[in-house]
């Protein structure tokens, strides 16, 4: 079979790709392509050919064709890719010419899944591609580049070689406990288990770094009404992104905006001001407000520091006094009422004052957030994992392995460690795909786009 697809984005561009994978791909993209040179011809194979598309002897499109033979492709097979202007409709066009001629229509990721198949990468691998499509940061895209290059890959491989060696020698004990085989050193075994145990939980505990790193750090924007929201939204962004007036209410519902701070993605919602009122609709952004709260990995907390705390200020305080919070002293132009210190007992080390009438607090701010998402810069070699699926089977590994540990120290038996570590090693292998079944490879390829 040969499948076809659009590669690009559907917005118009400069260039955009058609591309062909299979058995009939170079056939295929011949029957269509004109050129001084031809596809067929291996010489010309991973160059790049000037000519043009054409059906039924009209002209389609001017276009630069490259054929890529098996197995020096991204999908291990033959494959062609067609690089023409990046009109939408002439795309398609060219499209249809090859799905006309018997190609058949790429599923999302299909292209992706087999070069799994065909060994090209491995799941992580694969994981990381999408994962580089959508990164919203430089610090994503350095995270996805690291695991597309297969530094998880190899990591979790290195766990499974030396748990597959513990393996064998279980095995070994319990098939020829009869015979003259050396009997198995129980305490070398615990300690090789203990060493790997430690490593994988390492592992595991990158995972919220990792996240945050990848899926940006969820930023909740709270206070009263009138407190400064909107203006520290737009200081921090750069841009009137809100609407500032005297009004109180003016925010009645979630404003969300991205903001790129030294790499890393802050996702801010500039929520409603958290106030008693009757008015339905400002009842339903307070609620959404109350939320965003909840769900929020930051909450920056304004407060008039020219007025004194009041019964709302309290709830707010009270609401988030166990969360990360940033507590910003705001209006300090008109004079400030509100003690530092006193302050600081509710949020030890994250109170700042601020005047963004005359642009004081926005540097230290993000001095902060820095300080507390960005601790430590990620080495080129440091590997940390963000995939919760990855997560997961992960702690799984981590579970069945320190059983067999148990298991081994309490004499209870060989033969029920050995259950347990093989879980410990098929777990990892999902990870990398080896051992993970169809639903799950089905699963992790919708995710992409077509013709990836």
Same mark, same amino acid.
């Given at each position: +079979?040969?499948? %076809?697809?659009?590669?690009?984005?559907?917005?118009? @561009?400069?260039?955009?790709?058609?591309?062909?994978?299979?058995? @009939?791909?170079?056939?295929?993209?011949?029957?269509?392509?004109?050129?001084?040179?031809?596809?067929?011809?291996?010489?010309?194979?991973?160059? &790049?050919?000037?000519?043009?598309?054409?059906?039924?002897?009209?002209?389609?499109?001017?276009?630069?064709?490259?054929?890529?033979?098996?197995?020096?492709?991204?999908?291990?097979?033959?494959?062609?890719?067609?690089?023409?202007?990046?009109?939408?409709?002439? &795309?398609?066009?060219?499209?249809?010419?090859?799905?006309?001629?018997?190609?058949?229509?790429?599923?999302?990721?299909?292209?992706?899944?087999?070069?799994?198949?065909?060994?090209?990468?491995?799941?992580?691998?694969?994981? @990381?591609?999408?994962?580089?499509?959508?990164?919203?940061?430089?610090?994503?895209?350095?995270?996805?580049?690291?695991?597309? *290059?297969?530094?998880?890959?190899?990591?979790?491989?290195?766990?499974?070689?030396?748990?597959?060696?513990?393996?064998?020698?279980?095995?070994?004990?319990?098939?020829?406990?009869?015979?003259? #085989?050396?009997?198995?050193?129980?305490?070398?075994?615990?300690?090789?288990?203990?060493?790997?145990?430690?490593?994988?939980?390492?592992?595991?505990?990158?995972?919220?770094?990792?996240?945050?790193?990848?899926?940006?750090?969820? *930023?909740?924007?709270?206070?009263?009404?009138?407190?400064?929201?909107?203006?520290?939204?737009?200081? +921090?962004?750069?841009?009137?992104?809100?609407?500032?007036?005297?009004?109180?209410?003016? *925010?009645?519902? #979630?404003?969300?905006?991205?903001?790129?701070?030294?790499?890393?993605? /802050?996702?801010?919602?500039?929520?409603?001001?958290?106030?008693? *009122?009757?008015?339905?609709?400002?009842?339903?952004?307070?609620?959404?407000? +109350? @939320?965003?709260?909840?769900?929020?990995?930051?909450?920056?907390?304004?407060?008039?520091?020219?007025?004194? &705390?009041?019964?709302?200020? +309290?709830?707010?305080?009270?609401?988030?006094?166990?969360?990360?919070?940033?507590?910003?002293?705001?209006?300090?132009?008109?004079?400030?009422? /509100?003690?530092?210190?006193?302050?600081?007992?509710?949020?030890?080390? %994250?109170?700042?004052?601020?005047?963004?009438?005359?642009?004081?607090? /926005?540097?230290?701010?993000?001095?902060?957030?820095?300080?507390?998402?960005?601790?430590?810069?990620?080495?080129?070699?440091?590997?940390?994992?963000?995939?919760?699926?990855?997560?997961?089977?992960?702690?799984?590994?981590?579970?069945?392995?320190?059983?067999?540990?148990?298991?081994?120290?309490?004499?209870?038996?060989?033969?029920?460690?050995?259950?347990?570590?093989?879980?410990?090693?098929?777990?990892?292998?999902?990870?990398?795909?080896?051992?993970?079944?169809?639903?799950?490879?089905?699963?992790?390829?919708?995710?992409?786009?077509?013709?990836?």
């Amino acid at each position: +079979m040969t499948i %076809a697809a659009i590669s690009t984005a559907k917005s118009p @561009a400069g260039i955009g790709i058609v591309r062909l994978s299979g058995d @009939a791909a170079i056939s295929l993209a011949c029957g269509f392509f004109r050129g001084k040179q031809s596809l067929e011809d291996p010489a010309n194979d991973r160059k &790049l050919l000037y000519g043009h598309i054409v059906s039924e002897g009209e002209v389609v499109d001017e276009v630069l064709a490259v054929a890529f033979r098996a197995p020096f492709s991204y999908t291990g097979e033959d494959m062609v890719e067609i690089q023409a202007h990046g009109s939408r409709i002439g &795309l398609e066009r060219i499209l249809n010419c090859f799905i006309s001629a018997g190609a058949e229509p790429a599923k999302r990721g299909e292209f992706t899944k087999i070069a799994f198949l065909n060994g090209k990468l491995d799941l992580t691998e694969a994981e @990381a591609i999408i994962d580089m499509i959508e990164a919203e940061s430089v610090s994503a895209q350095k995270q996805s580049a690291r695991q597309l *290059t297969g530094h998880l890959y190899r990591k979790i491989e290195g766990f499974r070689t030396r748990i597959k060696d513990t393996l064998a020698h279980l095995v070994a004990d319990i098939d020829f406990s009869t015979e003259e #085989v050396e009997p198995v050193d129980v305490s070398a075994l615990i300690t090789t288990c203990e060493a790997i145990l430690a490593e994988m939980k390492a592992l595991e505990s990158t995972f919220t770094r990792g996240k945050l790193v990848q899926e940006g750090i969820a *930023t909740a924007i709270v206070g009263k009404p009138n407190v400064g929201k909107s203006s520290f939204l737009n200081k +921090m962004l750069r841009e009137d992104k809100a609407i500032v007036t005297d009004i109180p209410g003016t *925010t009645r519902d #979630v404003l969300e905006a991205s903001y790129s701070l030294d790499g890393i993605h /802050l996702r801010i919602q500039d929520t409603a001001g958290i106030r008693k *009122t009757q008015d339905t609709i400002e009842q339903i952004g307070i609620e959404r407000a +109350m @939320a965003s709260m909840e769900e929020a990995d930051l909450i920056i907390a304004l407060f008039d520091a020219s007025r004194p &705390l009041e019964e709302e200020d +309290m709830e707010i305080i009270e609401r988030i006094k166990d969360k990360r919070v940033i507590c910003l002293l705001n209006k300090q132009d008109l004079g400030s009422v /509100l003690d530092k210190e006193a302050m600081e007992a509710y949020f030890p080390g %994250a109170v700042i004052e601020t005047s963004f009438i005359r642009d004081e607090g /926005l540097a230290a701010v993000e001095d902060l957030i820095e300080s507390w998402f960005l601790s430590g810069t990620i080495e080129e070699d440091e590997i940390q994992i963000y995939s919760l699926r990855h997560k997961l089977l992960l702690a799984e590994a981590v579970e069945s392995l320190s059983k067999a540990v148990e298991d081994i120290r309490s004499g209870v038996g060989l033969d029920l460690a050995e259950v347990y570590v093989e879980d410990a090693f098929l777990k990892l292998g999902e990870i990398t795909g080896q051992t993970a079944g169809e639903e799950v490879l089905d699963h992790v390829f919708s995710k992409f786009c077509i013709g990836k």
